[in-house]
């Protein structure tokens, strides 16, 4: 016996030798206990990466130890598609599950899944309406798991899996206290936001999640995080939308630079929830800005963008103070505005700080692999080639002209903005500059 657990879903993996002296083609017998929630017939599922048999009290419920079976999408394509066998289950009386598996005709990749799902006909939103309506407040947990979202592939929906969004909307309904947790790991359709009284994105955050989100939940911690991406209002507004899945086996990235925020920047489309977002069980009051208003192009040192933060409640909390910097028009097609630099801070009930936040060349500069071509290029055309300003030489550039400090909350959030003058020519860094 190399280990013992107690979970939900039997999930056995394993690439190359499966542990210190088992050879790569082995057996291996696994026992356990079936203990049903609802009495009645239910369902076993398998995919294998091998050759597997499950039996259930001693009945052989899936055998799949010979034959050609299809292969499907999990374990990155090389597991078999799902197998399933019924059977009759009490939630009176435990069954003995027995998995024998034999690593034959596995890849590189070995191992398997057995998971059980209850066929009875229930009403589940409905049972949860009532609970909900029975109780002071509700907390709603919906997303995903490796199920959903995995390396190796991408996600096959932008909405939540199953109905969840229905369960999210009958139950704010039925309990105006409804706080819903989303645990996913990536942006998801949010579609019935306006319906809950608030919303968590916690986003896997591993084994100590349940604890950390109940000391969030009841007031204990203060709940500090911002946005790692741009939540959009439809599926149609993500950047990529025109050039995935792509055709003829080729996926364009024509989006470019302008991803997340840019993106939404650039064409004025408004998202369900702006990149940085974020909220506190404090609230806060920021000063005016200070920075210097004038600089050269060439940068020598960094420009320091200095903002008062004052705790304006009776808790303690967390806020983020972010700077954007919106450049002058350009040689080539920039954002509109980019995330350069954000500092945290946290601060008890009355507390005030300075928060700082430094901007190096690169916060001023793009890189442009140049033309290098051009002037051979123009000269041998039968026709005039099309002017305008152009680098032949590739480098980080920083450009003189007005630029647009903006500080504020969240992308789409701007509290004060600040223009910065550089002066001077061009300024061009190598192409291996770090800043």
Request: contains cysteine.
């Amino acid at each position: 016996v190399l280990t013992a657990q107690s979970h939900g879903v039997a999930d056995f993996m394993f690439a190359g030798q499966p542990a210190p002296g088992v050879p790569r083609e082995f057996s291996a017998r696994m026992t356990g206990t079936i203990q049903a929630e609802i009495s009645g017939t239910h369902s076993l599922r398998l995919i294998q990466c091998g050759r597997t048999r499950v039996t259930v009290d001693g009945r052989v419920i899936i055998d799949a130890t010979e034959g050609e079976i299809p292969r499907g999408d999990e374990f990155f394509g090389m597991a078999s598609a799902e197998l399933e066998g019924d059977l009759e289950l009490s939630a009176d009386a435990p069954a003995e599950i027995v998995i024998e598996f034999n690593s034959r005709d596995s890849t590189f990749i070995g191992g398997f899944r057995v998971g059980l799902v209850s066929t009875v006909e229930r009403d589940l939103i409905a049972e949860a309406e009532q609970v909900a309506r029975e109780c002071d407040a509700a907390v709603v947990v919906v997303g995903t798991n490796d199920d959903w979202e995995t390396e190796g592939r991408d996600r096959d929906q932008f909405d939540l899996p199953g109905d969840q969004a229905e369960l999210i909307r009958r139950v704010a309904a039925a309990n105006p206290k409804t706080v819903v947790i989303v645990n996913t790991g990536g942006p998801h359709a949010l579609d019935w936001l306006d319906a809950p009284n608030a919303t968590l994105s916690v986003g896997f955050g591993g084994q100590e999640m349940g604890d950390a989100l109940v000391d969030v939940l009841e007031g204990s911690a203060d709940p500090g995080g911002r946005m790692p991406y741009t939540t959009p209002a439809r599926y149609e507004h993500t950047p990529a939308y025109l050039n995935y899945p792509g055709e003829n086996s080729v996926v364009r990235y024509g989006e470019g630079l302008f991803i997340g925020h840019r993106w939404f920047d650039a064409r004025h489309v408004e998202p369900a929830v702006p990149f940085g977002h974020g909220l506190s069980y404090a609230t806060f009051e920021w000063g005016t800005p200070a920075v210097v208003a004038a600089a050269d192009t060439a940068l020598a040192g960094p420009i320091a963008v200095a903002v008062d933060v004052r705790n304006t409640s009776d808790r303690a909390g967390s806020d983020v103070v972010q700077v954007y910097v919106e450049p002058p028009q350009s040689v080539l097609h920039r954002p509109v505005r980019e995330l350069k630099g954000f500092a945290k801070v946290h601060l008890g009930p009355g507390e005030s700080t300075t928060a700082t936040i430094e901007l190096d060349a690169r916060a001023f500069a793009y890189y442009d692999p140049g033309d290098a071509d051009y002037e051979a290029l123009a000269s041998a055309a039968p026709v005039p080639a099309e002017g305008g300003q152009r680098h032949t030489e590739a480098g980080w550039y920083v450009e003189p002209g007005d630029y647009q400090i903006v500080v504020g909350r969240s992308a789409a959030d701007h509290v004060h903005v600040v223009t910065v003058t550089l002066s001077g020519d061009e300024h061009r860094f190598s192409a291996r500059h770090e800043g």
